[in-house]
């Protein structure tokens, strides 16, 4: 079992900017390829960013490239989602997942991200 906790969201201002963390446990953190995630009121989940186990690949959804960073520090078993440049429409919850193999099968409760016009 891995046990994905989220923080870092909260309201901000257009063009503001916010940083996103998720907290792994229960599994060699290494082992687990990281992705955030998130679903606005309405609307489904849709996949935000993604690095691998080493932190070498990683992949953004077009809408985020240029704006959004996603990393990991293997020794605190953490990823991050740095937003910046942040926009109304990308007001939603976002989750952590983490991927033990091709699929993502463990995920965070979730933190709500509001980003006001």
């Known amino acids: 079992q891995v046990q994905l906790v989220e923080s870092g969201g909260g309201l901000v201002q257009a063009g503001g900017s916010l940083r996103l963390s998720c907290a792994a446990s229960?599994?060699?953190?290494?082992?687990?390829?990281m992705g955030w995630f998130r679903q606005a009121p309405g609307k489904e989940r849709e996949s935000v960013a993604g690095?691998?186990?080493?932190?070498?690949?990683?992949y953004y959804r077009d809408s985020v490239k240029g704006r959004f960073t996603i990393s990991r520090d293997n020794a605190k078993n953490t990823v991050y989602l740095q937003m910046n440049s942040l926009k109304p429409e990308d007001t939603a919850i976002y989750y952590c997942?983490?991927?033990?193999?091709?699929?993502?099968?463990?995920w965070g409760q979730g933190t709500q991200v509001t980003v006001s016009s």
């Open positions: 997942a983490a991927a033990t193999n091709a699929m993502y099968d463990y």
């Open positions: 229960g599994r060699t953190f290494s082992s687990l390829a």
């Open positions: 690095i691998s186990r080493s932190g070498i690949t990683t």
